[in-house]
Structures are given as C-alpha cells and as structure tokens.
C-alpha cells in the first residue's frame, strides 16, 4: 500500500512542479525513488528535516505558502498527534495545500507498543475543521487516493499501512475514483451484492486494511445465514446520502476499524443515522474505547482485540440475534 501511493506521488511529482515531499528521519529506501527522481532541496523537492515533526509541518506550510503542493510523510501517530498544534494553526486555519501521509494505521506497528499504535488519529483529526482523513483498504485505493489528495489544493490527512496487503479490487474504474473522493463506501467483491440485493440484510462497512478481514468474515456469516454486504468507506468525511441509501436498504450496519470506535468511522456513521432519523441498527466494532495493551505483530494483536475475522463474523451473528432478525 505505502508502495503503491509512493508510485503514483512520483509520477504526479514529474508531471507537477509543485509538488515537494519533507521526511521526518524515516522511509529509508521507500523514498529513494521520489528523491532521485526529483532531486533534493534546496534545487529539488526532497527533504528529511530529522526527528522533527513539529518543525516538518511548519515547515510543510511555510512552502505551502509559496504555492508548493507539499506532502509531509512520517510514520504512526507522530506527523498527527505530535503535530497536531502545528496542523490546527499552521495548516488548517490559513487553509494551506499540505498532506500529511502517516504509514502505520492501526497495528501495524504492533509489537512497537501503544506509543506506535495508530488508533486514536483518526478521530483526533476528524474533529478539527477543513480536514479531509483517507484510509485506503488496499493498495489500488492507495494510489487512487495519492491522485486524489494531490488533484485538489486542501489539506488532508492520509493513513496508509505499510506493505504487504491483499489487492480487494480487480480494478478501479473512474467511478469508484469518484467515490473516494466524496466519500461514499464502494461495495468490495460479488458476495451479496449492495445492501438489499439478493436478500442481503447487514452491510458492514469498514476502513483500512481491516476491509479484508471482514470480507473474509463475509464467508462466515454466509455459512451460518447470515447475508452480507462488504463496504470499504477510505473517506472522512462520509457521504451522508450515500450512508443513509445503504442504511434504508439494510436491517443492521456494521463499522469496522482497526482505531478505537470512538470518533471515527462508527462515530460518523452514528450521526448520519440520528441524522437523517433512520431506523437500520447499528453496532460499532474497533477497540472498546481503550488502548491496546498487548505486543505483538498486527495479526496478533487483531485476534487478541476481537477484529480479525473469526471474531468479526461472531459479533455479527450475536448482534442479529439479539436485535430480533
């Protein structure tokens, strides 16, 4: 995934003078072909500022300012959290053209402990105005979102995992382009089709990487009768029209993320549905408003928390039965 939207944010740089990339002591090797392909500050557009995070988003929007398309890449929660006064004064509030690109969403800096864990960033962010936050499920969605936050002249905040994740498209065409870049959930695969179709009653939508565990969990529930719809939803803010289609046509919806259930997708989600006064059941899966204690790999850690796809499916059959479908 990391690799996919590097690619592209290499491409979109030689075709785009614009476009600047600042490191923060990381990407050794990953980043190499951005550097050589656009050479190094002060004549190029390639710069790690160090251990500096902080100091890379003032950065970030001091170059804003002179109309540079900058990006500001880092890992886990420290280009978000460490930075989050610099991103609400410095970046938001003057309204700059800076992304910043965290690698690390959810677990996957597991068995570095909670101070690597990038579960709350999400929901941070989200409450702050004028910010748009992209969590691709797999890496076509990775590359469709460089092309999307790198096409518009606001910020955003990108949360990408690292490597090594399963494509869940075949392919992207130029409408599921367009509905990441609005917002709404793209159904993943065949299985049952959109909500609604083919009898299907829950539609379970998530963000990130995990979108693969519940589409696994989607042939769980299969077996034991439960029809499924598997939505990937790699935006905040949700399209709300969108969500609410999805809800009127479906008994039950499902959030899933690998980031605490509070103040993110199932947070946005909840509104949508008090909102619009719908009646679809929700519940909300992600860590239970805690942090993650254990160590060890992202694979590990989604079985110990209850979010990989055994567990998932689980949750969904208890949830239908005690709600009465």
Not at 24 to 34: K, Q, R, S
Not at 60 to 65: D, W, Y
Not at 135 to 144: F, W
Request: glycine share 10%.
């Amino acid at each position: 995934m990391r690799n996919a939207f590097l690619a592209a944010l290499t491409e979109i740089a030689l075709a785009d003078e614009r476009v600047c990339l600042l490191s923060a002591n990381c990407g050794w090797g990953v980043l190499d072909g951005f550097a050589k392909a656009v050479g190094t500050m002060p004549n190029g557009r390639f710069l790690d500022v160090g251990i500096a995070e902080q100091n890379m988003i003032a950065l970030a929007a001091g170059l804003a300012t002179t109309g540079r398309k900058v990006i500001a890449y880092s890992i886990s929660n420290f280009p978000s959290l460490r930075a989050l006064e610099q991103i609400r004064n410095l970046v938001l509030y003057p309204r700059l053209d800076v992304k910043i690109v965290s690698v690390g969403a959810g677990f996957v800096y597991g068995a570095q402990g909670m101070t690597h864990h990038m579960t709350e960033d999400a929901g941070v962010l989200r409450a702050l105005p004028e910010m748009e936050i992209f969590t691709p499920a797999d890496p076509l969605e990775a590359e469709a979102v460089a092309r999307i936050v790198c096409a518009h002249e606001r910020a955003a905040f990108v949360r990408l995992q690292r490597a090594g994740e399963s494509a869940l498209h075949a392919a992207l065409g130029q409408s599921e382009r367009e509905m990441i870049a609005n917002g709404t959930p793209i159904v993943i695969g065949e299985g049952a089709g959109e909500a609604g179709v083919g009898g299907a009653t829950v539609a379970i939508v998530a963000s990130g990487a995990i979108v693969g565990e519940a589409y696994k969990a989607q042939t769980l529930l299969a077996a034991n009768g439960v029809k499924t719809s598997v939505y990937s939803a790699p935006r905040l803010p949700l399209n709300a029209r969108a969500v609410a289609e999805i809800a009127k046509l479906s008994f039950a919806i499902i959030t899933l993320e690998e980031h605490n259930r509070v103040g993110a997708l199932g947070s946005a989600v909840a509104e949508i549905l008090c909102g619009h006064g719908l009646s679809a059941r929700l519940l909300r899966l992600g860590l239970d408003d805690t942090f993650a204690t254990t160590v060890g790999d992202a694979d590990y850690l989604r079985v110990a928390y209850g979010l990989n796809a055994a567990s998932i499916a689980e949750a969904v059959m208890k949830f239908t039965q005690e709600t009465g479908n």
